[in-house]
């Protein structure tokens, strides 16, 4: 059976010393899940449900510079922590959760920061400040049988060598069994899907011509250059 139109080329992400690739199926994103960081952005750091929302597929890009959008004069950076699944399900038990990742890597949320503060403002969805092309830059993939499952790490982003943001996988709200488990009540998780955790504090904007380097301890670096 043939497409009426070209079947969009999947989305694959390199794994470590692997000639073999991660194909993506979806991406959420967790809000607010560092205290500092909620603090920073104006909300109450105490442990309340965890809220999603997602990145398209395409969003993830590895090995490439990051072009600065349009429409927008305020683009922060965020590090992140990213989980990649190997399977899913619903209603995942937090005792299980840690079975379906396949492995992790250090991700960078670049958010449209004035286009989001228009739809809070608002009251609309997010998708304009979140999901735009190119914003979500990914390190390759570790295999969890390789590093484990990460509980505390430092986690750091850079600007041309001067330190931006600085925090521990260790100040998670939610950690990461208790995300999947709570995502999976949400939504049908299944192989493919990529969880990106959230941000510590420290978070800001971005220029073109910056370098920016990231990294959590024990699992992955990544650069990219704003152009």
Not at 29 to 51: K, L, Q, S, W
Not at 156 to 184: H, R, V
Not at 188 to 212: H, K, Q
Request: contains cysteine; proline residues 8%; glycine residues 8%.
């Amino acid at each position: 059976m043939t497409t009426v139109i070209p079947l969009p080329a999947p989305v694959l992400l390199p794994v470590v010393n692997s000639e073999q690739t991660f194909p993506v199926r979806r991406v959420y994103c967790v809000g607010r899940n560092y205290a500092a960081h909620a603090i920073e952005m104006g909300h109450d750091p105490d442990r309340e449900p965890p809220f999603f929302f997602q990145k398209n597929p395409d969003n993830l890009v590895h090995g490439a510079d990051f072009p600065y959008p349009p429409l927008s004069t305020d683009v922060h950076h965020e590090v992140e922590l990213v989980i990649a699944l190997k399977h899913g399900g619903d209603a995942i038990d937090a005792a299980d959760a840690l079975d379906c990742v396949y492995g992790y890597a250090v991700g960078i949320d670049f958010t449209r920061r004035d286009l989001q503060a228009q739809a809070k403002a608002a009251g609309k969805p997010w998708a304009a400040a979140k999901a735009f092309e190119h914003s979500a830059p990914v390190s390759e993939i570790v295999p969890a049988q390789v590093i484990g499952h990460p509980t505390d790490g430092n986690i750091w982003l850079k600007i041309n060598g001067e330190t931006k943001q600085q925090g521990d996988l260790n100040q998670m709200i939610w950690k990461i069994p208790e995300i999947i488990a709570e995502l999976s009540k949400l939504f049908t998780l299944a192989a493919g899907d990529i969880i990106m955790t959230g941000t510590p504090s420290g978070v800001g904007p971005v220029a073109r011509g910056d370098a920016v380097s990231c990294g959590i301890d024990g699992v992955a670096t990544l650069t990219v250059t704003v152009v």
